[in-house]
C-alpha cells in the first residue's frame, strides 16, 4: 500500500525557534518524487519542494531545508528561525503509482507564535 | 503571468440543490485537476482533465462531474448536495499531465451545504 503519514498533527514554536516537520512514506516503487507543500490561512496549496528519490543529497532553501534518508522512508523538512509568516498548514505528498495522482498526508499545522 | 483562478470563492447551498465551481488553469497549461479537502479528511483527489478528456477520478459518487472546455478551463459540478459535501475544493493545473506533478494550486472554493 502507498502511504503518506505525518505524525505530528500540529506544532506550536516561538518565533525564532527551529522547527522540524516528520514525513513518512511507504511505496513500493524504486523511484518515486516527494513533495511538500506550504498552504497558508488563504487557502492555496503552495509548492515548497520535489524531490527525485534519485538525489538523497540534502536541499536548503533559504531557512528551509529538506532531510531525505531512503532508508528509513522519511522526508523530513526544517525551518530555521522561523517567522509568524511561516504559520500554516504543511502537507507531504506522494505519486500513487496507479493513477498519476498525489497521495497526501494528513498535514501538520505550524503555529508560530511571536 | 495569472494564476490558477477558482470562482467562487465561497458557495453557499442548500441539501439536494446542485453546486458548480470552475476553474481556470494557468495559461498553456491543459491539465487540470480536482480535489477535495474536507475538515479532518485531509486531501482527496477528485477528477483529472486533460485536452478536454476526463482522464481518471477518484473515489467519488457519480453525482460529482465536471467537463473541460476548449480553452482548458474546467467546471466541477455537485449533484444533489449533501452536508457531507462541505469543504474547499481545490484547483491545481499542470503542463504536462500525469508524472510531472508541477501542479500550480488555486485558492478554492470553500462550499457549504446548509
Known amino acids: 500500500a502507498q502511504k503518506v503519514t505525518q505524525a505530528q498533527t500540529e506544532i506550536s514554536v516561538v518565533e525564532k525557534e527551529d522547527v522540524t516537520l516528520d514525513c513518512v512514506y511507504e511505496t513500493r516503487d524504486t523511484t518515486y518524487y516527494l513533495f511538500w507543500y506550504k498552504q497558508p490561512p488563504s487557502g492555496e496549496l503552495v509548492f515548497l519542494i520535489r524531490r527525485n528519490s534519485f538525489d538523497e543529497q540534502n536541499e536548503i532553501s533559504g531557512r528551509y531545508s529538506w532531510n531525505f534518508q531512503k532508508s528509513t522512508s522519511s522526508f523530513n523538512f526544517t525551518i530555521t528561525a522561523s517567522q509568524v509568516v511561516d504559520s500554516a498548514v504543511y502537507f507531504c505528498a506522494f505519486p500513487s503509482d496507479s493513477n498519476y495522482q498525489l497521495i497526501w498526508g494528513a498535514g501538520t499545522k505550524l503555529i508560530i507564535k511571536p | 503571468e495569472a494564476g490558477v483562478t477558482q470562482s467562487p470563492t465561497h458557495l453557499i447551498k442548500t441539501r439536494g440543490q446542485q453546486a458548480t465551481l470552475r476553474c481556470s488553469p494557468i495559461s498553456g497549461h491543459t491539465s487540470v485537476y480536482w480535489y477535495q479537502q474536507a475538515l479532518g479528511l485531509g486531501l482527496q483527489f477528485l477528477l483529472w482533465?486533460?485536452?478536454?478528456?476526463?482522464?481518471n477520478r477518484g473515489n467519488f459518487p457519480p453525482r460529482f462531474s465536471g467537463r473541460q472546455f476548449p480553452n482548458y478551463s474546467s467546471e466541477l459540478n455537485v449533484n444533489a448536495l449533501e452536508l457531507e459535501d462541505s469543504a474547499l475544493y481545490l484547483c491545481a493545473s499542470s503542463l504536462i499531465p500525469g508524472e510531472d506533478y508541477g501542479y500550480t494550486f488555486g485558492s478554492g472554493t470553500r462550499l457549504t451545504v446548509v
Open positions: 482533465y486533460d485536452e478536454g478528456e476526463e482522464r
